[in-house]
């Protein structure tokens, strides 16, 4: 007979009954709280040896918690995903699950779990596909071609292009820009040319370009064609697919100041008695006329010299007017009129002549003590000879013209 009411059972006998199931209740609820307390051990430990990545993927795994959603296949659209310095794997998933890559985040952890690739993806740019399976997307992002090639400026770069005497060209860092800027989206290949990053770099309002304070006053004094000149300064710049010139200027700009604060502009440049923008031209100086080796030594020299005064006399502002990439000039060079003629015009030239890279800059902060007043390049492998008088700088020069150093 069916005594759901406990009418017919004795009632010790129902008293024991709700006494068993309170225990058995007591005891659920003890086994879930060791097992929440088991699942926070397991993160915490996880946190310790595999730190964040493992322990936010661990706690999903344990826990069970967040779709698992996957596409099939290779995908469909092009899209550009960008990864961001310090990005973390599950960053990384949520970005691509947020553009459409993928059906979920965990579809790229889950296929990427055992990759050690996955862990070491570097900030930048990828061109990517819609709809991808985890599996494929993970292919794809370690794939070195799906990276957007980024821009790389080298020390002593210039915004234009150089010829040599020989009719070699150098390209300079406009067209290296525009070349970094070639993608393929849609089956169409998409660049912005180099006549439209100068026209930007020429003209744009110096605001739409984000430069700072300390540089606008004298980017706005400056000839069109170099008043960007030496604001770039040596790395490596991830361009964004489909930007415009002014955009990507921008963007490389902004990652360029940020660089220029690491290494004391503006901020370390007080104690040398010159203005931040100056002393970025004097790092250009430094970077073009000598090796990394004599840096300290050359700043000293034309310190010395701005503060006799006396004029600095350097061949490398003079070539860079005439586009010649070479370290010597003629009587005629250094006779001929114009901003950039250090032969012929007190103090340092209106703008950088390249682009300073950190140990330039550091140099320019901080020059070594000493008391030299000239330096020439005395040995073939670029090394200078530094001394105190003309008549030592004169001995020195001619030796090494008779062995051809120059």
Same mark, same amino acid.
């Given at each position: 007979m069916n005594d759901d009411l406990g009418l017919f059972t004795d009632p010790e006998t129902r008293h024991d009954e709700r006494v068993a199931r309170g225990r058995s209740d007591a005891a659920a609820r003890r086994a879930k709280r060791r097992r929440k307390r088991t699942i926070l051990w397991v993160v915490v430990a996880l946190v310790l040896t595999g730190g964040g990545v493992g322990a936010y993927y661990g706690y999903r795994t344990l826990s069970g918690i967040g779709s698992y959603d996957d596409f099939a296949g290779a995908g469909e659209a092009d899209v550009v995903v960008e990864v961001k310095d310090g990005d973390l794997v599950t960053t990384i998933a949520t970005t691509l699950k947020e553009q459409g890559v993928v059906a979920s985040s965990r579809a790229f952890t889950e296929a990427g779990a055992g990759d050690s690739r996955v862990t070491a993806i570097q900030p930048g740019f990828y061109l990517m596909k819609t709809k991808m399976s985890g599996e494929a997307a993970v292919a794809r992002m370690v794939d070195p071609a799906a990276k957007v090639v980024p821009l790389e400026v080298k020390g002593g770069y210039v915004l234009h292009d150089i010829t040599a005497p020989d009719g070699?060209?150098?390209? @300079?860092? #406009? &067209? #290296?820009? &525009?070349?970094? &800027?070639?993608?393929?989206? @849609? @089956?169409?290949?998409?660049?912005?040319?180099?006549?439209?990053?100068?026209?930007?770099? /020429?003209?744009? /309002?110096?605001?739409? #370009? @984000?430069?700072? /304070?300390?540089?606008l006053p004298d980017v706005l004094a400056a000839p069109k064609p170099n008043r960007l000149e030496g604001l770039i300064v040596p790395g490596l710049y991830h361009l964004k697919p489909g930007a415009d010139a002014v955009e990507l200027l921008k963007s490389v700009l902004a990652t360029s100041f940020t660089r220029l604060q690491g290494y004391g502009i503006p901020s370390g440049t007080g104690k040398t008695g010159f203005r931040p923008y100056e002393v970025l031209v004097i790092a250009s100086l430094i970077e073009k006329e000598g090796l990394t080796k004599d840096f300290g030594k050359i700043s000293r020299v034309i310190y010395s010299r701005l503060a006799k005064p006396q004029k600095l006399e350097l061949d490398s502002t003079v070539n860079y007017k005439l586009d010649r990439p070479i370290i010597t000039t003629s009587d005629e060079d250094r006779e001929a009129s114009g901003p950039y003629n250090t032969y012929q015009v007190q103090g340092p030239p209106p703008t950088p002549i390249g682009s300073p890279g950190r140990e330039a800059i550091t140099a320019a902060i901080t020059p070594e003590d000493g008391p030299w007043m000239y330096f020439v390049k005395c040995e073939k492998d670029g090394t200078s000879c530094f001394t105190n008088t003309y008549d030592e700088h004169l001995v020195v020069s001619d030796d090494a013209r008779e062995r051809g150093v120059f």
């Open positions: 070699k060209v150098t390209k @300079g860092i #406009l &067209s #290296l820009l &525009s070349d970094a &800027s070639c993608v393929e989206l @849609g @089956g169409a290949k998409q660049c912005v040319t180099p006549a439209q990053l100068r026209d930007a770099a /020429d003209n744009a /309002d110096p605001a739409a #370009l @984000g430069l700072p /304070d300390w540089a």
